[in-house]
């Protein structure tokens, strides 16, 4: 043995959702700076890079109806401070500001030498890993979303076209499955509104069969959604098949490649019991079907680390092979609400005229901190982990509760603490609910989370 990396020792610390539009290097709380020396401590420290990082005068707004993210490129020497070097990109923000915002964003990346994955020039890129050398080994990070809109793609070269910047996909199909006498139902509100007849003239034309199934079939597509003839009601999620493939070749690679190896994937899709019954988002409680599948393969194809983020709060801890499946852990820096400038599209949802400001917006969007994040403490009580190997296999699991303001001004909140007392007991207490189905045990070690491996 002559390399250090060759014992199997390794700390990787994961962040979730990070929306930075302030400096972290001011403050002095002692549990704020405790936390950045837990950071800091691990050989990788993983973070979702939810926005663009880009100047007001680099992209083009695009189409969204969520917060039009912008991180300043000054802010990542901050990022850094705090000890996050390695950052997934993939994710429904990346798009943002259009083409030119995620081209911005891998400049600013690039230049500030942190790690970064999920988007690219082209797919290839956007597929293919980042890696991070440590001095106990080096570390691969594979990232793609399953929440996208289809223009975020990113596009294949071809011998003759150059491909499009965008981010690296894995999308997938919902199938509402449905007893005999509603899809007979479902199939004559379709021929009596004439969408059978708007099926037939697409596939006479350019549609292909598989994008406008026939008329006859066992399913049928009615207002974007996809009904299947089944025996009970259910809803079923399956990834699309290339982008799966693709992702599953490209974790392949980053095994052969590195030492350690984590898997992001961002994702707003739910599912289970939940999603029938929760009247919030907040009640959600498990992650759709097709991630978990998913998060077996890549762990199966040699990923070290799953690790989910998206719903803006905790979700349940899976341990598969000897291997830590996080399914969300949600916000770690969740400073969306002082974003410096917003397009017009924004204020006019609203109403807002020209002369609103961006607090305009984000009082009408919530109203006036009554209903969305703010309202909810959910979304300001989180988590981030810290997994210990040893000899090459997983040794501990720390869950340490993050405590981001819920209720403080607005100046103020989504900047993390390490969280305690009854904050830091809620955390703990969901984390434990919601991995129950796994089968994972956690105990409440003095406000630390640890999974009983």
Same mark, same amino acid.
């Given at each position: 043995?002559?390399? &250090?990396?060759?014992?199997?020792?390794?700390?990787?610390?994961?962040?979730?959702?990070?929306?930075?539009?302030?400096?972290?290097?001011?403050?002095?709380?002692?549990?704020?700076?405790?936390?950045?020396?837990?950071?800091?401590?691990?050989?990788?420290?993983?973070?979702?890079?939810?926005?663009?990082?880009?100047?007001?005068?680099?992209?083009?707004?695009?189409?969204?109806?969520?917060?039009?993210?912008?991180? *300043?490129?000054?802010?990542?020497?901050?990022?850094?401070?705090?000890?996050?070097?390695?950052?997934?990109?993939?994710?429904?923000?990346?798009?943002?500001?259009?083409?030119?915002?995620?081209?911005?964003?891998?400049?600013?990346?690039?230049?500030?030498?942190?790690?970064?994955?999920?988007?690219?020039?082209?797919?290839?890129?956007?597929?293919?890993?980042?890696?991070?050398?440590?001095?106990? %080994?080096?570390?691969?990070?594979?990232?793609?979303?399953?929440?996208?809109?289809?223009?975020?793609?990113?596009?294949?070269?071809?011998?003759?076209?150059?491909?499009?910047?965008?981010?690296?996909?894995?999308?997938? &199909?919902?199938?509402?499955?449905?007893?005999?006498?509603?899809?007979?139902?479902?199939?004559?509100?379709?021929?009596?509104?004439?969408?059978?007849?708007?099926?037939?003239?697409?596939?006479?034309?350019?549609?292909?069969?598989?994008?406008?199934?026939?008329?006859?079939?066992?399913?049928?597509?009615?207002?974007?959604?996809?009904?299947?003839?089944?025996?009970?009601?259910?809803?079923?999620?399956? *990834?699309?098949?290339?982008?799966?493939?693709?992702?599953?070749?490209?974790?392949?690679? *980053?095994?052969?490649?590195?030492?350690?190896?984590?898997?992001?994937?961002?994702?707003?899709?739910?599912?289970?019991?939940?999603?029938?019954?929760?009247?919030?988002? *907040?009640?959600?409680?498990?992650?759709?079907?097709?991630?978990?599948?998913?998060?077996?393969?890549?762990?199966?194809?040699?990923?070290?680390?799953?690790?989910?983020?998206?719903?803006?709060?905790?979700?349940?801890?899976?341990?598969?092979?000897?291997?830590?499946?996080?399914?969300?852990?949600?916000?770690?820096?969740? &400073?969306?609400?002082?974003?410096?400038?917003?397009?017009?599209?924004?204020?006019?949802?609203?109403?807002?005229?020209?002369?609103?400001?961006?607090?305009?917006?984000?009082?009408?969007?919530?109203?006036?901190?009554?209903?969305?994040?703010?309202?909810?403490?959910?979304?300001?009580?989180?988590?981030?982990?810290?997994?210990?190997?040893?000899?090459?296999?997983?040794?501990?699991?720390?869950?340490?509760?993050?405590?981001?303001?819920?209720?403080?001004?607005?100046?103020?909140?989504?900047?993390?603490?390490?969280?305690?007392?009854?904050?830091?007991?809620?955390?703990?207490?969901?984390?434990?609910?919601?991995?129950?189905?796994?089968?994972?045990?956690?105990?409440?070690?003095?406000?630390? %989370?640890?999974?009983?491996?």
């Amino acid at each position: 043995m002559i390399y &250090q990396a060759e014992k199997g020792n390794c700390t990787i610390a994961l962040a979730g959702d990070t929306m930075l539009t302030r400096k972290l290097t001011p403050f002095k709380e002692s549990r704020f700076l405790a936390l950045r020396e837990l950071v800091r401590g691990a050989d990788a420290a993983f973070a979702n890079l939810e926005g663009t990082v880009h100047t007001w005068d680099e992209g083009t707004p695009g189409i969204t109806q969520g917060t039009f993210m912008t991180t *300043a490129p000054r802010l990542l020497e901050d990022l850094k401070w705090h000890g996050i070097n390695m950052v997934s990109c993939a994710n429904n923000h990346a798009f943002d500001y259009g083409e030119g915002g995620v081209l911005a964003n891998i400049r600013h990346l690039d230049n500030a030498g942190i790690a970064h994955a999920g988007t690219g020039r082209n797919l290839a890129e956007a597929r293919a890993p980042a890696f991070l050398d440590t001095p106990n %080994g080096r570390v691969a990070v594979v990232a793609a979303t399953a929440t996208f809109r289809p223009w975020n793609q990113a596009g294949e070269q071809r011998p003759d076209l150059r491909g499009r910047p965008g981010i690296n996909p894995l999308g997938f &199909q919902t199938d509402y499955r449905i007893d005999s006498a509603a899809f007979d139902q479902v199939k004559r509100i379709s021929r009596e509104l004439g969408f059978d007849k708007s099926h037939e003239r697409a596939r006479k034309h350019f549609y292909s069969d598989k994008e406008m199934p026939d008329a006859k079939s066992a399913e049928l597509s009615l207002l974007g959604n996809r009904y299947v003839l089944g025996e009970k009601f259910s809803i079923e999620t399956e *990834a699309n098949e290339r982008d799966l493939q693709d992702n599953l070749r490209w974790i392949r690679e *980053a095994r052969r490649q590195a030492d350690w190896l984590i898997v992001s994937v961002h994702c707003h899709e739910f599912g289970g019991a939940s999603l029938l019954t929760a009247s919030s988002r *907040a009640e959600l409680e498990e992650t759709a079907g097709f991630v978990v599948r998913f998060a077996h393969q890549a762990i199966d194809e040699g990923a070290d680390i799953f690790v989910g983020h998206g719903s803006h709060f905790p979700m349940g801890i899976e341990i598969y092979q000897g291997k830590p499946i996080f399914y969300s852990v949600g916000n770690f820096i969740f &400073q969306n609400e002082t974003v410096g400038f917003f397009p017009a599209d924004a204020y006019e949802r609203f109403d807002l005229d020209l002369k609103a400001t961006p607090s305009d917006f984000l009082d009408a969007r919530t109203a006036g901190g009554k209903k969305g994040h703010p309202s909810d403490p959910a979304y300001w009580e989180n988590m981030f982990a810290v997994c210990g190997f040893h000899g090459g296999t997983l040794k501990e699991v720390r869950i340490h509760p993050i405590d981001q303001g819920f209720g403080r001004a607005r100046p103020q909140r989504g900047r993390p603490l390490l969280a305690e007392g009854d904050v830091a007991n809620r955390v703990i207490e969901r984390v434990m609910q919601l991995s129950k189905p796994y089968n994972t045990k956690i105990l409440n070690r003095d406000g630390v %989370g640890m999974i009983e491996l």
